[in-house]
Each structure stands twice: as C-alpha cells, then as structure tokens.
C-alpha cells in the first residue's frame, strides 16, 4: 500500500485523543508517556509499511506473552532490561561513581528468603546431579572498610536449569537455592550451596517463540543472583557469571560483564562445612557498594516480584 499519513491533522488528532492529551485529570506523565510510545508506533507502521495482518499478528502475540507471564523474561531477551542498566551506568559515570557493576535481575526472584548471620546453607533439597559450592566475599563500601548489616540475597538455579517457586516439576521447596546473609563487624558473607546451571526460555513460551522468528536462542550461562542493601549505601543488583560456561559471552538475555566473573577454585574440607562432600568448588565474590546520592537510594526499582514465606 505504501501510503504515508502519519503528518496528517487527522492522526495528530487522533494521537491527542487517545492519549487524553487535552484533560487536566489522570496521570500526566502517563499521558506524555502513552502519546510518545504511540507516535512512535505509528510513524513505524507508515516507515514500514506494516499490514494490517502484521499489526494483529503483534496484537495476539502480547495476548500469549501475557497469558505465559513472560513479559519481564521477554523484556530481559530483547535487551530492555540491559538498556535500563546502560542508562544507570552512564549516570553513575558521570557521578564518578564506581563499585563492583550492576547487571539485570531477570524475571525469577522470590522475596522472602530467610536471613542468616554470616553464612547460610540454602540447598535444601538433595540434588545428585549438582556438586557443592560455597560463594563466599566481603562487602566494603567505596572507603574500602568493611561494611556491617548489610544484606546479600543469592538465588539461582538447580541442576536441570529450574528455579524454586518457578519449578515446573514441583520437585523444589519454595527457597531452595535462595537465602540470605546479613555480614558482621568483618564485612564477610558466605553461601553454602550447590553448582548451577544455565537454563533456557520455555521452548513452547511467547519468549521463545518470538525468538524463533529472530533465528536467536534464548539461552543464558550459569549464573547467581544478588541483591546487597545497606542502610546507608545504594542497592546493588548484579550477578555472577560461573567462569567456565561456554554461554559466557553469548547469553541472550546480555547480562554477561567482564569483572562479574570470578575464578572458580577447587578445594577439600567440605565435608567439615557441612556439605555433600569433601571436594567442592569454591568462589570469591567481594562486593563494592556505593554511596547513597543526595541522601537517597536511587538504584531501588519497583516492579512486581514474587514473593513467598519461610
């Protein structure tokens, strides 16, 4: 068809309309955000020439998205989520500010987790196919001085790539492979656990689908989570990458950074510690938080999370 009508009065108009521009009720912000996200929508279908065949193709693929509950998986895959973290960083670079890289949450953390001083063990359930970790380190603020209270949540998968709460087997207690250590005096955290692995999008899942039709896999590394808070230093989401993982450098969800992978070492005395055996992998992850900003956090982000109870 190839018509251009976007400059046209009438979809200026139209764009007004739907975005309530005119009315001095409602959310403002929303309204400014809704008539840019549509004008650049539609600019798009005139420079593209989209179908009407392709727009509700569009339509019906946000219906499955919703119904598979994949949206924050969806935006972590198209880069959304690592975008919000380029935006952060260059923020901070401008700041000055420094401390160990941010990197994305993903869709899969559960609040809640019971808190443990020191060091906590969180593989509650057996798995024969994951050998023993410990991930262990020091939170010290921008000074270098050892920060005490702070808060260090760890959550990641099991051994078939599943996460608890969002097991599909149902093999899993609610925080299996979560906890969290609240450090002393030294700084020092320490998690007793299990080996991950990396995990794919459900392969019959909005994500994957889209995915598919971009000839992109939708696989991640190995890898951990962390939150660390502290009452009087940002929050800090990031994550480990397990060195080793050939997904490394080509995780679809672009959450790879290059001082987020630590060496992994072997070592004996797991037994002693409590764990499944003797030798055992060890990692050394020291944590840098920052400063807060003007008195303030503005590294909290507020999104729906799941949530559970210990």
């Known amino acids: 068809m190839s018509v251009k009508v976007f400059d046209t009065n009438e979809v200026e108009d139209l764009l007004k309309a739907a975005a309530n521009l005119g009315s001095q009720d409602g959310n403002p912000r929303a309204r400014q955000i809704v008539h840019r996200l549509l004008s650049d929508l539609f600019k798009a279908i005139d420079d593209l020439d989209m179908t009407p065949d392709e727009i509700w193709a569009g339509v019906h693929y946000f219906n499955k998205l919703g119904q598979d509950g994949e949206a924050a998986l969806l935006a972590a895959g198209l880069g959304l989520e690592k975008y919000l973290d380029i935006r952060m960083d260059a923020a901070d670079k401008e700041a000055e500010i420094g401390g160990t890289p941010r990197t994305i949450e993903g869709p899969l953390y559960v609040a809640g987790a019971p808190v443990s001083d020191g060091v906590s063990r969180i593989d509650i359930n057996p798995d024969p196919d994951a ?83 971009l000839a992109r896999h939708g696989n991640r590394p190995a890898h951990v989570h962390f939150f660390v808070t502290s009452d009087k230093h940002r929050k800090l989401t990031t994550q480990i990458n397990i060195e080793g993982d050939p997904l490394i450098w080509d995780d679809f969800a672009y959450a790879t950074r290059e001082d987020l992978i630590p060496h992994v070492l072997e070592k004996t005395g797991g037994t002693a510690l409590g764990m499944k055996a003797d030798t055992y992998k060890d990692i050394e992850f020291n944590i840098e938080l920052t400063p807060l900003v003007q008195g303030k956090d503005n590294q909290v982000v507020h999104r729906l999370r799941a949530s559970a109870t210990a």
């Open 131 to 213: 050998g023993p970790l410990v991930i262990r380190g020091t939170v010290t603020g921008p000074d270098g001085k050892p920060v005490a209270g702070a808060v260090v949540e760890c959550w990641h998968a099991n051994s078939k790539g599943f996460y608890s709460h969002f097991d599909p087997t149902g093999a899993q207690s609610e925080f299996n492979l979560r906890g969290a250590v609240r450090t002393g005096v030294d700084g020092k955290y320490e998690f007793r656990t299990l080996m991950p692995v990396g995990y794919g999008c459900p392969p019959q899942g909005a994500t994957q689908q889209l995915l598919n039709v």
